[in-house]
Nanobody
Framework: QVQLVESGGGLVQAGGSLRLSCAAS????????LGWFRQAPGKEREFVAA????????YYADSVKGRFTTSRDNAKNTAYLQMISLKPEDTAVYYC?????????????????WGQGTQVTVSS
């Protein structure tokens, strides 16, 4: 089993940047695809980005394409979400999760081992 812990959230002004981390426990992290999701108050959890187990492929929601970049370092059991040009509408709790089959699944219920989330607040 993999356990995930997100960190790196905070308060930033519009146009600013943040880098989120998702630290995993367990030796099997490198066998899982990693997904990033977010949930704003009163809204459903939505897909943000995903990265393949090797880090060789990535996939992004249209709303963040060109502004967010995900990467991973399997030697450190950690994945990252670099966010630039942040907008107030990016305000949400950000989560990471894993799955072993197709990384192109964007529905949250098909992802597993959710972390506790980290709050990102973008002020205008």
């Amino acid at each position: 089993q993999v356990q995930l812990v997100e960190s790196g959230g905070g308060l930033v002004q519009a146009g600013g940047s943040l880098r989120l981390s998702c630290a995993a426990s367990g030796r099997t992290f490198s066998t899982y695809h990693l997904g990033w999701f977010r949930q704003a108050p009163g809204k459903e959890r939505e897909f943000v980005a995903a990265i393949s187990w090797s880090g060789g492929r990535t996939y992004y929601a249209d709303s963040v394409k060109g502004r967010f970049t995900t990467s991973r370092d399997n030697a450190k059991n950690t994945a990252y979400l670099q966010m630039i040009s942040l907008k107030p509408e990016d305000t949400a709790v950000y989560y990471c999760a894993v799955r072993q089959t197709s990384m192109l699944v964007t529905t949250p219920k098909y992802w597993n081992n959710w972390g506790q989330g980290t709050q990102v607040t973008v002020s205008s």
